[in-house]
């Protein structure tokens, strides 16, 4: 695996904390310094509290100063590529707007999409 972007979500997806659900992800984020930011899921026993890795992520990117993203990296060990979810988009896209989302697999399945393409027409802060 060449990419270090998928390299890093992949060895933070061993750190997942999924005992509910098996399902382990890890995320990584490039901020605009080349700096990656990584996480994996978070489950909790109720539940609802459970924060995906691609959340996970950007919120520790955001908290240590990082504001402007260049890509992500979304890795699961499933056959058709995991792609964010729902909630994640809209968090995305907040933070990194039309950027380069990199799903991949253990057997180094990749793709690559725009952000947009995946979460069209967002409500954003230009609503507001
Ligand atoms: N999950 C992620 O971390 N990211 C995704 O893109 C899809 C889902 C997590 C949430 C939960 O811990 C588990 O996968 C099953 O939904």
């Known amino acids: ?3 270090s972007l ?3 979500a ?3 997806r061993e750190n997942a904390h999924a005992p509910f659900s098996k ?3 890890g995320a990584a984020v490039e901020d605009e310094t ?3 930011h990584t996480g994996c899921n ?3 026993a109720t539940y609802g509290l459970t924060v995906c890795a691609e959340r996970v992520a950007i919120f520790k990117a955001i908290s240590e100063g990082a ?3 260049t890509r992500v990296a979304v890795v699961a060990d499933t056959g058709t590529l995991t792609p964010p979810c729902g909630a994640c988009r809209q968090i995305l896209w907040e933070f990194c707007g039309d950027v380069e989302v990199v799903m ?3 057997q180094g399945k990749t793709e690559s999409v725009r952000l947009g393409s995946l979460f069209p027409r967002a409500f954003d802060a230009s609503f507001l």
Request: glycine content about 4%; proline content about 0%; hydrophobic content about 50%.
């Open 6 to 8: 998928v390299l890093a």
């Open 34 to 36: 080349g700096r990656i």
């Open 1 to 3: 695996m060449s990419d």
């Open 67 to 69: 504001r402007r993203f």
């Open 104 to 106: 991949a697999n253990l």
């Open 42 to 44: 978070v489950e909790n």
């Open 23 to 25: 399902f382990r992800v």
């Open 10 to 12: 992949t060895q933070a």
